[in-house]
């Protein structure tokens, strides 16, 4: 059965060509308010005073979540190393979240150094910035994005093109070595993983190439995949296989490296040719 369904959106640009932010508290509706009130409770009792702010990303910031498909990413900024901070309560807080909001396919937690998101000279926070600025809505604390930088859909708002190269290689290698290894059991599964895995990261770098022409930003997935074909028409078979894999990934390891080998090295090469390596 095909699930893709046509849904999603972009971000706009501004006059002077930023990104135009809609991820607000105030996208965020019933249902979805009561969870994340959990949600930020819950930051606050296990991380206590070093928590400085907590953000929810994605569709329910945006207040296009949808009941029984969407799930709640969220992140906590927090002072000092946040490697230090206790991820056990991770796994437990998901179950019962399950159980009490059926609706929500799950929780995604974490945190983030205040001070290396501050520090614009740590580039390995770059993506994180962005990601504050054009998609999180402040949900309790400080609002650190009134200290960040804007962006535009260009060069500096690449999440995925970069690395798609070496991540293609990375499920090439554990398509021809790790999984044969896996008890057969535990192959379909993980095989099924990295094939989403990889093919979200496809079908985003797709549209990264074609953002500056295009003057608008998303990560949705259906959007992406559009964009990116409207641009590229002779490749929009292989794409939407891509998307279809997103959705519903595929345990054929065949298929899957074959399609690698050359979509994904096509379009890497692509990435090559609109963004040259210095």
Known sequence: MNRVVKIGSTLPVDARGFIVRRASPHQIVSPWRSL????????????????????????????????????????????????????????CFNREITLRYPFCKGVELSAISRDRLLDCSDDGYWGLRMLIATQSACIWGEDISEHLPKFKPDIDAVSHAFDLRDDIRQVMSDLSNRVPQMPPEERSAYTQKICQWIAKRIVRSGFEIVMEKKQCYTRD?????????????????????????????????QAIGDFLHDFGTWLADEIDRVYPPE
């Open 36 to 91: 994340i009130d959990e949600i930020t409770r819950a930051y606050r009792i296990h991380w206590g005073d070093r928590v400085r702010s907590i953000y929810i990303r994605g569709s329910v910031a945006a207040g296009q979540a949808i009941l029984g498909v969407s799930d709640v990413d969220s992140f906590a900024v927090v002072s000092g190393d946040y490697q230090q901070c206790d991820r056990s309560w991770f796994d």
């Open 221 to 253: 997935l259906y959007p992406c995949y559009q964009i990116f074909v409207e641009s590229y028409p002779s490749r929009q078979s292989t794409m939407y296989r891509a998307l279809t894999w997103a959705i519903e990934p595929t345990d054929d390891s």
